[in-house]
């Protein structure tokens, strides 16, 4: 129940300000999908953010994914790009041979490519960019 639901959020906060980028993440996905306490897309940024500045290997990826399909409301392409760049050159994720890595990978190259291939946000267009991506994504 909600008594439950609450003591986790304690828990996981607590242990992200402790430094858990496990923690932060999990509690960025809860925020973000809704279980447990409720969907809140800008407490599911913060603790993204807060995982990513940890390192976490997805946190990176979850938030150019965010600000690129508009989760939050708005696109902000920017920082869209910022991310999803950050995770396309995180060698731990490059490496990770768990599916779901490199479906998020897939789709980050997919995600960069459109950006470039329609000049996006305050990126130039650079179609021929645009498209190597697209190979990338494959």
């Given amino acids: 129940g909600k008594n439950q639901a609450l003591e986790t959020e304690k828990y996981y906060s607590k242990a992200c300000e402790l430094g858990d980028k496990e923690s932060c993440f999990n509690l960025a996905v809860k925020y973000r999908e809704g279980k447990l306490l409720g969907k809140d897309i800008k407490k599911a940024i913060t ?30 392409i920017d920082k869209a790009f910022y991310y999803l760049n950050k995770s396309i050159h995180n060698k731990t994720l490059i490496n990770d041979k768990d599916l779901r890595s ?14 470039y291939f329609n000049g996006e946000g305050s990126i130039p267009k650079n179609i021929s960019k645009g498209i190597r991506f697209y190979e990338k994504g494959k």
Wanted: aromatic content about 14%; overall charge negative.
């Fill in 47 to 76: 603790y993204f953010e807060k995982a990513d500045q940890l390192d976490h290997l997805w946190a990176s990826l979850a938030l150019g994914n965010i600000y690129y399909n508009k989760e939050n409301g708005d696109q902000d």
């Fill in 102 to 115: 490199q479906e998020n990978l897939k789709n980050a190259y997919i995600s960069l490519g459109n950006i």
